[in-house]
């Protein structure tokens, strides 16, 4: 920024504003902070920038130039205010202005996320006076749509969604009045202008409008599901406190165990069902309104059948005018759910409602309003006073993260299998897009490659280079080899991109310590790996580390199985001289399975057939899961987890189970071979939760033994986690206590998430870091 020393008694100054400020009502602030100061000149989007003209005194300069970044919007994002002196006579004399937009390639556009209805229009909604009254389409600068409705940048009206409803005389004049919070808000429209709700329900029954929120209502409350298209996607609501309707949504979308996510109608409606802290709060009232998991109320007035063998509920509050509406008359909590079938991308097209989820359910409450970019609702977590993001989505995605080393070229990275998400990278920034799923599923697949060209569209940029996994069965991989030349791909260790994913977030610069706990990845020696201890930096590491490995029967046979995988770690885990795990031990686990599988089972394990050996933490957990009783078969992905840890909650001790460490092939190598044994002898004198604590005490004893040894290896005191398994939050808590203990800092994510969905982000970090060297 240019000094202001520098400039005369009564200058004229360009003035460039980068961040996230189109989207969010910044042209407008813009306009009202110069008027105030008795500025004149002018202001537009130029590219993904704000572009600003601006003459008068030069205190008032200096003061518009500090407020462009200290009073600027709540929703804005302001990275950078670079201001010129402007040669004599290049800014308009009289009044200020905005003008119309520049496209500018030389810039890197911010797509704004979407926000929660503000006060103001929650106001107007129910207000019967007001011309919006109980219109579910309100918004203004402050909210609604922006992601999901936005086709390219700058963002103007005419590059939205919304260009197909031309806006009234009235809704023009509030777009075109200084004074009104709707100046400027692309979005802006009325019941005589905008989208119109419209109604399909049993026997071809329709109705619009107010008559179609009527007829939704009226068979909710009778105990149907109905699908109601949102803001990023369709979602299927029913009744939470009708467990009959509960069950039957389950089946509907063939989820016979994973958690539903329940929608209140306000914080006080929450504190019913779950415990919700002043954090809880923070977030489930916040623009950005996510599911927020909490302990769970033993009288929550809702469905046991909602969160099954979980001790967390999933809560949020209404995000949309129409959610709004629906609670306002319903009066009950409600369960909201993506609208897709089990392991599909949630549907965002009318066609594709009509086809699949209507033959389902009771019926259709829709609107006229095309979805560009589809968000699912994004999911965090508090526990001990920590937050970590699960699932980033609507509310926080796309928003930018920090590239730690700038992309000489724009990078796509394109994610791993599961929770899939990909990162387009440019500058100094990383847009992390949204969740989609398992790539296996056709949906989901085009899902990605539509968000590939939505990302490339919207920051008008064409990606060089691209990151990808090292597995080569991964559809993301084959994607990028089918259309990138090998120069200008980069593949990236899974779990090295899990641990520079936290380290790029938390702005670690040097080589670190990375500590890895998670499912599968390919491992460079062409085993899965998934218990790791690495030493890292953005553009390489060097494996430390290790759990003892086992042999998974069957592969993704044992995963969705967990009984299996425990039968792998009793007959054939890595043998460091324990011998034979004792057979009375074994005979509980024996006992619930089937004669002929234990005996195909243990057939394979012996000769070696279809069984891939793997050093997984997330494979181990499952088999003490096992083990103890707990689950027996995965319904969802790491189901055999979730129930150890709710199992484990209320028995705090700090005893650990026996452990040893050894080395081999130069590595250190957890033997978990005593840890299980000691297990087993105590099931059945001891509480399960009881073992299943002191096995979460046990792995973060080793992780930290381990670290310790690492981080004097490297000669650095600084630790960053990543991988699936840290969504434990006991574990990490227990984790990051005994790193502080040691002298060494840890870090986890936070804004990005530990599991596969913050893997497109690490790739990014480490394909621009790469290409930068090379």
């Known amino acids: 920024m240019t000094p ?46 704000v572009a600003i003209r601006v003459t008068g005194r030069r205190d008032a300069v200096g003061e518009f130039l500090t407020g462009l970044r200290d009073r600027a919007p709540a929703a804005a994002i302001v990275d950078r205010v670079h201001a010129d002196v402007a040669a004599a006579g290049s ?62 940048l700058p963002y103007d009206r005419d590059r939205t969604a919304m260009r197909g409803f031309p806006m009234c005389a009235r809704c023009a004049r509030e777009y075109h009045d200084p004074g009104d919070r709707r100046f400027h808000a692309e979005p802006t429209c009325c019941p005589g202008c905008g989208p119109q709700l419209s109604w399909q329900g049993d026997g071809c029954v329709r109705a619009t409008a107010e008559s179609a929120l009527q007829a939704a209502c009226t068979r909710i409350a009778a105990g149907g599901i109905v699908a109601v298209k949102g803001i990023g996607g369709y979602h299927l609501v029913c009744d939470a406190t009708n467990a009959d309707t509960v069950t039957r949504l389950r089946q509907v979308k063939a989820r016979p165990t994973k958690p539903l996510a329940v929608m209140v109608a306000d914080v006080a409606a929450a504190r019913t069902v779950g415990v919700v802290d002043a954090l809880a709060d923070t977030l489930l009232t916040s623009p950005a309104a996510p599911i927020v998991l909490v302990p769970r109320r033993a009288d929550a007035p809702v469905s046991a059948d909602i969160a099954p063998g979980c001790a967390e509920i999933g809560l949020f509050v209404p995000s949309n005018p129409l959610q709004h509406l629906l609670l306002a008359q319903l009066r009950r909590p409600l369960v909201v759910t993506s609208g897709n079938l089990s392991g599909a991308t949630t549907v965002t097209d009318d066609e594709t409602a009509q086809t699949v989820l209507a033959p389902l359910i009771d019926g259709l409450l829709t609107h006229d309003r095309p979805i560009r970019s589809g968000y699912d609702d994004s999911v965090l977590r508090v526990q001990r006073g920590r937050v970590t993001t699960i699932r980033r989505a609507r509310g926080y995605a796309p928003d930018a993260l920090p590239l730690p080393v700038a992309a000489a070229e724009p990078v796509l990275a394109v994610g791993a299998q599961l929770k ?102 390919f491992g460079d020696d062409g085993t899965f790996w998934g218990g790791e201890i690495l030493l890292a930096d953005y553009t390489g590491y060097r494996r430390f580390g290790r759990f003892g490995t086992a042999p998974m029967p069957g592969g993704s046979a044992a995963v969705r199985r967990p009984v299996r995988m425990a039968l792998g770690y009793l007959y054939g885990a890595e043998s460091f001289g324990y011998g034979a795990v004792p057979a009375d031990l074994t005979e509980p686990l024996v006992s619930r399975m089937p004669s002929r599988e234990v005996a195909v089972v243990r057939a394979m394990v012996e000769t070696d057939l279809n069984c891939p050996r793997a ?79 002191r096995f979460l005490n046990t792995v973060a004893d080793v992780v930290v033994g381990m670290a310790v040894e690492a981080a004097r290896c490297l000669g650095r005191d600084v630790a960053c986690l990543g991988g699936g398994v840290f969504q434990n939050a006991r574990l990490t808590t227990l984790v990051l206590d005994g790193l502080d ?34």
């Open 4 to 49: 202001l020393s520098v400039l005369v008694d009564h200058c004229q100054v360009d003035v460039t504003v980068g961040g996230v400020v189109q989207g969010v009502g910044y042209r407008p602030f813009v306009y009202r902070l110069a008027t105030e100061l008795g500025l004149s000149g002018d202001v537009r989007n130029v590219g993904g920038s």
């Open 91 to 152: 800014a308009a004399t009289q009044g200020f202005a905005i003008l119309a937009s520049v496209a500018e390639p030389t810039t890197s556009p911010r797509v704004p996320a979407d926000l929660a209805t503000c006060a103001s229009c929650l106001a107007e909604l129910f207000d019967p006076a007001d011309r919006r009254y109980r219109y579910p389409f309100v918004n203004c600068t402050q909210c609604g749509p922006r992601a999901t409705v936005i086709d390219a």
């Open 420 to 521: 899939h998400t990909c990162t387009l990278a440019t500058d100094a920034a990383a847009v992390l897009g949204p969740h989609l799923g398992d790539l296996e599923n056709a949906d989901v697949f085009s899902a990605f490659e539509n968000t590939v060209s939505a990302l490339s569209r919207q920051h008008d940029t064409r990606p060089g280079v691209v990151a990808h996994d090292c597995h080569p069965g991964y559809l993301s991989t084959q994607y990028a080899k089918q259309r990138w030349p090998a120069a200008h791909r980069i593949p990236v260790q899974h779990h090295h991109a899990h641990v520079v994913a936290t380290a790029a977030e938390h702005g670690v610069t040097d080589a670190f310590v990375g500590i890895a706990l998670d499912g599968l990845g």
């Open 615 to 693: 050093s997984s933490a997330g494979r181990l957990f499952d088999a003490v899961s096992a083990l103890l009783g707990v689950c027996d078969d995965n319904t969802y992905e790491g189901e055999a987890a979730v129930r150890l840890e709710t199992a484990a909650a209320g028995h705090p001790g700090r005893t650990a189970l026996p452990w040893r460490l050894h080395r081999r092939d130069g590595l250190l190598v957890y033997d978990p071979t005593p840890t299980l044994v000691a297990a087993l002898e105590l099931v059945g004198d001891a509480p399960v939760g009881e073992v299943a604590a």
């Open 741 to 774: 203990s040691a002298g060494i800092k840890g870090f986890v994510g936070q804004h990005v998430p530990v599991n596969d969905g913050g893997i497109s982000y690490g790739q990014a970090v480490v394909a621009a870091a790469r290409w930068k060297r090379g």
